[in-house]
Each structure stands twice: as C-alpha cells, then as structure tokens.
C-alpha cells in the first residue's frame, strides 16, 4: 500500500509565500510522473503544476512565475513552493502521483489526503 502525505499548508497573508512537500511511502517500485492539484471551495479540481521522473515541468497559466514544483526521487518527495500568494489561491491542495507498486503491474493513480492553503490579511 503507497501513500501520499503532504505537510507544509497554513495560513499566509498575501504577498507571502508556504512551500508545501509531499513523501510517498510504502512499497515503491517507480514514481512517474508527480503533480499538486488545488480544489476551492464551489470549484472543481485544478492543476496547479506537474513534474515528470527527469524534472520536465509544467504549471497553469496563473501560477507561472511564482510557483516552483521540484522533487527528490531518492526522497520519494515532491514540493511546490508558492511565492507572492493571492487570496484566489486559497484552496484544498492535493498531491499527486503516477506510481508503481511491487507486487503489482502497471501505474496507477495515488493522491494524497489534501493540505489547506488559506491566504488572508
């Protein structure tokens, strides 16, 4: 069993910044491609940033230039850190993960269990 368990959420006035971090554990065989999704309150579920195994990245047009999606492969971890916040990205943020286990074939989907990001003055 792989799970996703992201720490690094709060509460942040505008202007400020939070990196967020998200470690898989359990029996890894591969991790492919990992992302962090966002879901406000009303809204549906949004990509903020993806990150291929070889570092290639990709982000929503309005998190461009001010949130960095990196990770560790030894670390099984990815991280997004979010600078200059805006009240609009408040939100629910998930983890994602393209992942292989032992003992199972294929990849699969594996999400973690959320972190709130509130940015408020």
């Known amino acids: 069993q792989v799970q996703l368990v992201e720490s690094g959420g709060g509460l942040v006035q505008p202007g400020g910044s939070l990196r967020l971090s998200c470690a898989a554990s359990g029996i890894i065989f591969s991790i492919d491609a990992m992302a962090w999704y966002r879901q406000a309150p009303g809204k549906q579920r949004e990509l903020v940033a993806r990150i291929t195994r070889i570092g290639e990245t990709n982000y929503a047009d309005s998190m461009k230039g001010r949130f960095t999606i990196s990770r560790d492969n030894a670390k099984n971890t990815v991280y997004l850190q979010m600078n200059s916040l805006k009240p609009e990205d408040t939100a629910v943020y998930y983890c994602?993960?393209?992942?292989?286990?032992?003992?199972?074939?294929?990849?699969?989907?594996?999400w973690g269990q959320g972190t709130q990001v509130s940015v408020s003055s």
């Open positions: 994602y993960a393209f992942i292989r286990s032992w003992g199972r074939d294929g990849f699969y989907d594996c």
